[in-house]
T-cell receptor, first 114, second 114 residues
Framework: DGGITQSPKYLFRKEGQNVTLSCEQN?????MYWYRQDPGQGLRLIYY???????QKGDIAEGYSVSREKKESFPLTVTSAQKNPTAFYLC?????????????FGDGTRLSIL | AQSVAQPEDQVNVAEGNPLTVKCTYS??????LFWYVQYPNRGLQFLLK??????LVKGSYGFEAEFNKSQTSFHLKKPSALVSDSALYFC????????????FGGGTRLMVKP
């Protein structure tokens, strides 16, 4: 089955530590997205990529970094500069340039501070 | 600025009764509107979309939504609620002025009681 796989499901970060969240898709989608979800709030866009080797900042990019070296992979690094990283992180993908198509989501990674 | 509002944090309904989850939007140009559902500790699942055409859109699991241009609304409906419909529901609109990204509402928790 095609889909989006996020790992790990749960992640704990120590103070001053960088952690990387994995997102892999086998849907052959060009566009990929990272969102942050906090309780009682909607999704906020962190970074997105429309094509390999290119990515753009979203609304809340500070303290995060990404790479897009392969079409199927879009890892997110939560750096020590992100002072409030505890949240549920969702990765999504869709066909690029087709705004009438929905985004497909992974099952998320829940990040907590130790 | 384009935005989406879900005025109710929570909607309670008895099983078998009709349900409505409200969404209003503000966009420039023609709106592309989406509804997603999220179960606990899972990603978002696409339910339905309005792009153009018939104002009544039918989607997955018996859900439908009515696009009302004059009231700038896109309310989600179901004629007969099931306990298994209990989840978090998100309305989203394509943001024409932000690289065609999706802007999400804050979410509405639907509780269906037996």
């Amino acid at each position: 089955d095609g889909g989006i796989t996020q790992s790990p499901k749960y992640l704990f970060r120590k103070e001053g530590q960088n952690v990387t969240l994995s997102c892999e898709q086998n849907l052959n989608h060009d566009a990929m997205y990272w969102y942050r979800q906090d309780p009682g709030q909607g999704l906020r866009l962190i970074y997105y990529s429309q094509i390999v080797n290119d990515f753009q900042k979203g609304d809340i990019a500070e303290g995060y970094s990404v790479s897009r070296e392969k079409k199927e992979s879009f890892p997110l690094t939560v750096t020590s500069a992100q002072k409030n990283p505890t949240a549920f992180y969702l990765c999504a993908s869709k066909v690029a340039g087709r705004d009438n198509q929905p985004q497909h989501f992974g099952d998320g990674t829940r990040l907590s501070i130790l | 600025a384009q935005s989406v509002a879900q005025p109710e944090d929570q909607v309670n309904v008895a099983e078998g009764n009709p349900l409505t989850v409200k969404c209003t939007y503000s966009v420039s140009g023609n709106p592309y509107l989406f509804w997603y559902v999220q179960y606990p500790n899972r990603g978002l699942q696409f339910l339905l979309k309005y792009i153009t055409g018939d104002n009544l859109v039918k989607g997955s699991y018996g859900f439908e939504a009515e696009f009302n241009k004059s009231q700038t609304s896109f309310h989600l409906k179901k004629p007969s609620a099931l306990v298994s419909d209990s989840a978090l529901y998100f309305c989203a609109v394509r943001d024409n002025n932000a690289g065609n990204m999706l802007t999400f509402g804050g979410g509405t928790r639907l509780m269906v009681k037996p």
